[in-house]
Antibody, heavy 121, light 107 residues
Framework: QVTLRESGPALVKPTQTLTLTCTFSGFSLSTSGMCVSWIRQPPGKALEWLALIDWDDDKYYSTSLKTRLTISKDTSKNQVVLTMTNMDPVDTATYYC?????????????WGQGTLVTVSS | DIQMTQSPSSVSASVGDRVTITCRASQGISSWLAWYQQKPGKAPKLLIYAASSLQSGVPSRFSGSGSGTDFTLTISSLQPEDFATYYCQQANSFPLTFGQGTRLEIK
């Protein structure tokens, strides 16, 4: 079955760089059409899409955050990594990774449980 | 970026009621729309994709309709487990965007 799990620090200081890893199973990111994406949700607020990487290593980013985000994949390890630079308290959120089965139809059909990242000094 | 606006922001209803939530896109997105359900402390769950296609395993009381800029999610007969927050998401173009959510509460 398809599973995804996010991992990374629970607490980061302002100005630091956040690195999150999504480890998945049940599918391969080398399969045509397959994608993994990151979405975040500040406490009590709405979902915000961050970035996507597809099987062909094409990458897409949020307009407002693209200067701070980098997404990459390690197909052999079934992992996708997101880095976000210059963290600020407003970046405090639960960060989810999710699968998209078909970059031509980018709907998130499987999600990880999420990881809460707090930005505080 | 395409802006997604949901209404209402919250709604109170009773078990057995029929509820409709709307989502409007700032520009035409054909049928490239999904609906998600999120319960407190949990990840969102895909309910509807391509505006009206029911995701596998989702009860048939959930239905979606619309195209272009205006979309609706309808729950035909509310069940206790349906009280949650619902989000729409456009899949027409990058960057992908979500609505602000509609909280469905028990009356």
């Amino acid at each position: 079955q398809v599973t995804l799990r996010e991992s990374g620090p629970a607490l980061v200081k302002p100005t630091q760089t956040l690195t999150l890893t999504c480890t998945f199973s049940g599918f391969s990111l080398s399969t045509s059409g397959m994608c993994v994406s990151w979405i975040r949700q500040p406490p009590g607020k709405a979902l915000e899409w961050l970035a996507l990487i597809d099987w062909d290593d094409d990458k897409y980013y949020s307009t407002s955050l693209k200067t701070r985000l980098t997404i990459s994949k390690d197909t052999s390890k079934n992992q996708v990594v997101l880095t976000m630079t210059n963290m600020d308290p407003v970046d405090t959120a639960t960060y989810y990774c999710a699968r998209i089965h078909g970059v031509g139809a980018p709907y998130f059909d499987y999600w990880g449980q999420g990881t809460l990242v707090t930005v505080s000094s | 970026d395409i802006q997604m606006t949901q209404s209402p922001s919250s709604v109170s209803a009773s078990v057995g009621d029929r509820v409709t939530i709307t989502c409007r896109a700032s520009q035409g997105i054909s049928s490239w729309l999904a609906w998600y359900q999120q319960k407190p402390g949990k990840a969102p769950k895909l309910l509807i994709y391509a505006a009206s296609s029911l995701q596998s395993g989702v009860p048939s009381r959930f239905s979606g309709s619309g195209s272009g800029t205006d979309f609706t999610l309808t729950i035909s007969s509310l069940q206790p487990e349906d009280f949650a927050t619902y989000y729409c998401q456009q899949a027409n173009s990058f960057p992908l965007t979500f609505g602000q959510g509609t909280r469905l509460e028990i009356k």
